[in-house]
């Protein structure tokens, strides 16, 4: 049962206080897939990518990720393993530039190198690399242009695609996206949904999402979770989804 998918929740619940915020979760996340969770405020979104990347502990249940057991896992060593993630306020460094804020991905990437890149006095060969990496991430991501602007001077969906960016310098598995188009225009979050399904199919990245703006991240994804009052009451493809009893319920009923 391990391998059907590379992310898994099993048995998750998580209560704050008498809240029940997830009770017995369980969830697949296939590989090279956009998975998109749905449901109504307060039906457990928050919770669950929380557990899943290891901010809150779960007062029951499991997190397996590529086969392995994390439940009990730091967010840095989830990093580490190729599970990331976004905010929904992205986190750049305002005053530096596009390309500085991909070239100063999260310190365990560099950690893991450090003696590699001192034993072999290979710094200047791997700055090259990285940034020759960088960039073609920024292409990707059509922010190349922008490589030398202050990240402040970004709108607030440039800026989440350069968190985006970041975030991909450690080739992560599996990206868990907060809300990515949240207060982003429609023409700039239909072209994040676009490039999300070139990295998926281009770099084989799974991604993870929770976002209430249905109308524009339906069409583009592969799988949608439906949750409400802390459990999963529906799951499949989009189209189906969105017509399920169950889920035209929660969201009419809430
Ligand atoms: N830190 C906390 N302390 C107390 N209650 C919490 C906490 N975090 C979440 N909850 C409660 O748990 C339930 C699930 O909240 P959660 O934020 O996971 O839902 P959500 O689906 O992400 O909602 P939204 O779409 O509004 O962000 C809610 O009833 C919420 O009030």
């Known amino acids: ?66 086969g392995l057991d994390i439940t009990k896992l730091s ?9 990331a993630r976004t905010f929904q306020t992205p986190q ?14 999260d310190r365990s990437y560099y950690e893991e190198r450090v003696i590699e890149i001192l034993l072999n006095n290979v710094w200047r060969i791997k700055e090259k690399e990285y940034v020759e990496k960088a960039f073609s991430i920024l292409r990707l991501l059509n922010l190349d242009r922008l490589w030398d602007a202050s990240a402040r001077e970004l709108s607030g969906g ?6 985006l960016a970041r975030v991909l310098m ?7 996206l907060d809300e990515p188009l949240a207060g982003v225009n429609p023409s700039l979050a239909n072209e994040i ?15 993870l999402i929770i976002e209430h703006r249905l109308d524009i991240a339906l069409k583009y994804v592969d799988h949608v979770i ?8 529906a799951e499949g493809l989009p189209d189906e989804i969105v017509k399920h009893p169950a889920v035209v319920e929660a969201y009419l009923g809430g």
Do not use: C
Not at 13 to 22: E, I, M, P, W, Y
Not at 24 to 34: E, K, M
Not at 92 to 105: A, R
């Open 1 to 66: 049962m391990l391998s059907e998918g590379l992310l898994m929740t099993r048995n998750v619940s998580k209560s704050f206080g008498g809240v029940v915020a997830l009770k017995n979760v369980s969830v697949s996340v296939r590989p090279q897939t956009l998975t998109l969770v749905i449901g109504p405020n307060g039906s457990g979104k928050t919770t669950l990518i929380n557990v899943i990347g290891g901010i809150l502990q779960p007062d029951e249940g499991h997190v397996y990720f590529s």
């Open 75 to 83: 967010p840095h060593e989830r990093f580490r393993l190729g599970l």
């Open 92 to 105: 750049l460094f305002t005053s530096l530039s596009v390309l500085e804020n991909v070239l100063v991905p």
């Open 158 to 163: 440039q800026m989440k695609l350069l968190e």
């Open 170 to 176: 450690s080739d992560p598995k599996l990206v868990i």
């Open 193 to 207: 949904m676009g490039y999300l399904t070139k990295l998926r199919s281009g770099l084989g990245t799974t991604f």
């Open 226 to 233: 439906a949750m409400h009052q802390g459990q999963v009451i």
